[in-house]
């Protein structure tokens, strides 16, 4: 029974689910634009049979050259949609990676820049009212009249 613990392999040429859409996409693309180069390459020459290894030109030898064309794009193709699919996948790690070093601080300090000035204003607010409370309170003992209109109110 295999174990599923930090030991087990996995294979080399894993694709993660987030990112199988990617690699099938550039695999197929990377395919057929293999696959149109080596028919390009082909055609290119007018069509002239190739020789084979006995020294015959015969209509097998071009069919084995475009055989091993086409594996050949396909090999290529493999590992360029799987490079692809990693090259996402390491952007996603350094945008992280650079997420965590630079965007999360400087949120933090705006925040705790904002929290601060929201604290100096709650402070500048409380010590307005205390001072007119004070005021109103003496005027109050004096047995004055206070007229004097209350802090931040609309005046009317």
Do not use: C
Not at 68 to 91: N, Q, V, Y
Not at 98 to 115: H, S
Not at 127 to 154: C, I, K
Request: proline share 4%.
């Amino acid at each position: 029974m295999a174990s599923e613990g930090p030991e087990q392999t996995e294979s080399l040429f894993n694709v993660t689910p987030a990112r199988r859409r990617a690699y099938l996409t550039t695999f197929i693309l990377f395919s057929l634009v293999g696959y149109g180069v080596v028919i390009w390459h082909h055609a290119a020459d007018g069509g002239a049979p190739l020789v084979n290894y006995d020294g015959e030109v015969g209509a097998a030898a071009t069919a084995m050259s475009v055989m091993l064309g086409f594996a050949i794009a396909h090999a290529a193709a493999f590992g360029l949609a799987l490079t692809t699919a990693e090259i996402t996948g390491g952007a996603m790690v350094i945008a992280d990676w650079l997420r965590a070093k630079y965007v999360t601080p400087l949120k933090e300090q705006r925040e705790a820049e904002r929290e601060r000035r929201r604290a100096e204003g709650r402070a500048e607010v409380n010590r307005v009212w205390r001072e007119w409370n004070r005021r109103r309170m003496e005027a109050e003992e004096r047995g004055e009249p206070f007229n004097e209109p209350e802090p931040y109110g609309d005046g009317g």
